[in-house]
């Protein structure tokens, strides 16, 4: 059943297109405090409130599935925060509960985006690493997680770091990483500029721009080039309804830099309003 909801007075409300009233599907959002310092979490939750959109606001009991204070939401949930939140949305069976991009690896991608990636390389286990061609070819090279349940942070490896690195993983009783965890391996890229995009029902809804030479940027503007790759993509394939694709400018045109599950991304200086518009009028089906 469809409801209205009306921004309350001081309100962004034309933060979603600049309509006084919308028409919202409707989720309860469940949202974890743990990004308090970024302005997109702070932006989020005003513009939930602004709407008398269900919502409440938690943290996840150390190492456990549970809330804190609990939640009991009833319908349809969406859950926005940190990668830890997978296991409590799989335990209240909430749904959609997350749009997870943890079952597709860096295969599924090249699969169907093909030479469109930024990293065309290898996947293999971090423990065959040093057997790849990249391995013996580059120094140094990029090594990231093959798929979105980012254990660690895709960066650049020499082989000396890396070896070194992975004494220390393989020392450790218990950690996310292990010596079968999936990677991909490539050579490095020349990058000049990098953006966010949130694609919902294979439409850029909004975008930013996070880096700009390596280097944190969110005040570049995201150009019809840009959004237009990401929506030409999304029409060859979407691994979910809503996800984010990251796109990177290059000295071989636009790539992919990797798909993010939509729940679990930064905002930077994203339109969270008309993120909100958007998965809120996503059908049931």
Not at 61 to 68: I, K, M, R, S
Not at 99 to 104: C, M, P, V
């Amino acid at each position: 059943m469809q409801r209205r909801y009306r921004p309350r007075p001081g309100h962004p409300g034309g933060c979603a297109g600049g309509k006084g009233e919308i028409t919202w599907e409707g989720v309860y959002w469940i949202v974890q405090d743990c990004f308090s310092n970024e302005a997109g979490w702070a932006d989020l939750l005003q513009i939930l409130e602004a709407f008398g959109l269900p919502h409440s606001v938690h943290s996840i009991v150390p190492g456990t599935d549970e809330l804190a204070p609990k939640a009991a939401p009833v319908g349809r949930v969406l859950a926005v925060g940190s990668y830890a939140l997978r296991r409590v949305v799989r335990a209240n069976n909430w749904t959609p509960g997350v749009f997870d991009l943890k079952d597709f690896t860096h295969a599924d991608f090249w699969r169907h985006w093909d030479d469109r990636l930024l990293n065309a390389g290898t996947e293999t286990e971090l423990r065959s690493v040093c057997d790849t061609a990249e391995f013996r070819e580059c120094d140094p090279f990029f090594l990231r997680p093959a798929n979105d349940e980012k254990p660690f942070p895709g960066r650049l490896f020499t082989r000396a770091k890396f070896e070194e690195w992975s004494a220390k993983i393989a020392r450790r009783a218990e950690s996310r990483l292990h010596s079968v965890t999936r990677v991909m391996i490539s050579a490095p890229r020349e990058i000049y500029s990098e953006f966010r995009t949130w694609i919902i029902d294979g439409r850029a809804v909004t975008g930013s721009s996070y880096k700009l030479a390596g280097v944190l940027n969110t005040a570049l503007p995201v150009d019809d080039e840009v959004t237009g790759f990401a929506e030409a993509c999304a029409r060859i394939w979407s691994p979910r309804r809503a996800f984010c694709l990251d796109i990177a400018k290059t000295p071989g045109g636009l790539k992919i830099v990797e798909a993010n599950t939509i729940n679990f991304a930064g905002f930077y200086a994203a339109n969270v309003g008309r993120i909100v518009e958007a998965i809120e009028g996503l059908s049931e089906s």
